[in-house]
């Protein structure tokens, strides 16, 4: 059955928060990250406003060289709370249209309206986008770009084709020839790795690629390069769903005596973190806030967290945190009956980074 799934990805998502939160900075570059302390800060940016755009500003460049290309700019910090309160509003304002819905990180979901109008009828569809649109642009001050298409691969391409403000519809059968002449980095899935090694093959564009053999890929990618052959030709059947809902993951371990033997306590972190991040990684998470647990041989119990400036699932990242959190609970006095840790503010890691981690399970 021909489907109508729609992908919806907020434009300079976190900048434009900081727009929206302070009306002066509208128009102007605003970037989002580390302080760049005069060009000498290290860390990166996270997002930059179209405006900063034009500079060369991008996602994850250094901040120092951000500051080199725009020194005018306005340079904040991120605010968390402020850019998951907008999220979960445009996350709610998205599942009213469907109730086919899925969200893909924070700021981009998918919904399935195929039930919703008339496959084909090009006008509908693009009153019904308008109208999401215009609803977040309403209620939330907060920009879009909508990607129309039979599915979701196509949908979220498209969705980033004439960002920020743009709608694009492939229609059906439409598919192939829009995919094609875009470079093969655009399909989810497809680093810089894939794209290196395409490259020496003398492939650039999704055209060609699709154009290889089914054989050959399989041969030089194995089961990923069946993906790779199916995505270039448009074809992607995975369904638009709701990913259940993980809190947070919580692991404890009682001593079989009170101790205050730090290796023995880190041991027990160890072991307790592994099966808390196979969780973590089973289903595509990353954290946000790394948290511990200790409870005295009197029962009385301390809890300490530290939330990151950006969400991980590295376990090494994880581990250091924890063991830096219970730290200064080994100048007590007292011996320790349970320790326990915590990963919460989870995150669905980005569906690129699921589709490669599904092929590449390293
Ligand atoms: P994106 O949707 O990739 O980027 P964006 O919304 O800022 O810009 P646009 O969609 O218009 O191209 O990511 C959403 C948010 O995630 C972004 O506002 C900040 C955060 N983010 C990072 O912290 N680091 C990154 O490297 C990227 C790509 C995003
Ligand atoms: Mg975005």
Not at 14 to 25: D, G, I, L, S, T
């Amino acid at each position: 059955m021909q489907r109508t799934i729609m992908h919806i990805d907020l434009d300079a998502f976190y900048a434009a928060v900081e727009q929206r939160e302070h009306p002066e900075w509208m128009g102007k570059p605003v970037v989002v990250g580390a302080d760049p302390k005069g060009g000498k800060g290290r860390g990166v940016v996270m997002t930059c406003s179209y405006e900063g755009r034009k500079f060369g500003i991008k996602s994850a460049m250094p901040i120092s060289k951000a500051y080199r290309l725009c020194p005018t700019a306005i340079y904040t910090p991120p605010n968390f709370p402020l850019y998951t309160a907008a999220s979960e509003a445009v996350m709610n304002i998205l599942r009213s249209y469907s109730d086919k819905f899925e969200q893909v990180s924070i700021d981009e979901a998918f919904i399935d309206v195929t039930a919703k109008v008339s496959s084909g009828d090009k006008s509908e569809i693009e009153k019904f986008a308008a109208a999401i649109k215009n609803e977040i642009g309403e209620k939330e001050k907060l920009s879009c770009s909508i990607g129309i298409a039979s599915n979701k691969l196509v949908a979220k391409i498209a969705s980033d084709f004439k960002k920020p403000g743009g709608f694009t519809i492939v229609e059906p059968e439409k598919e192939k020839e829009f995919l094609s002449p875009l470079l093969v980095r655009k399909l989810i899935g497809v680093g810089e790795k894939t794209e290196a090694v395409l490259k020496g093959m003398g492939i650039n564009t999704i055209g060609e690629l699709a154009a290889l053999p089914e054989d050959f890929l399989h041969k030089e990618f194995g089961k990923y390069g069946l993906y790779l052959h199916e995505a270039a030709n448009g074809i992607d059947n995975s369904v638009v769903e709701e990913n259940y809902e993980i809190k947070s993951i919580n692991r404890n371990f009682t001593f079989e005596e009170d101790t205050k033997d730090e290796q023995l306590i880190f041991a027990a972190i160890d072991e307790m973190l592994e099966d808390a991040h196979n969780a973590l990684a089973a289903n595509n998470f990353c954290c946000r806030t790394v948290g511990i647990r200790v409870r005295f041989e009197d029962f009385e119990t301390h809890t300490k967290e530290k939330t990151l400036s950006e969400a991980t699932a590295d376990i090494n990242t994880i581990r250091k945190v924890a063991k830096q959190l219970l730290q200064p609970f080994f100048s007590d006095k007292r011996k320790l009956r349970q320790v326990g840790i915590r990963m919460a503010h989870l995150e669905q890691k980005s569906s690129s980074q699921k589709l490669v981690s599904e092929y590449f399970p390293d």
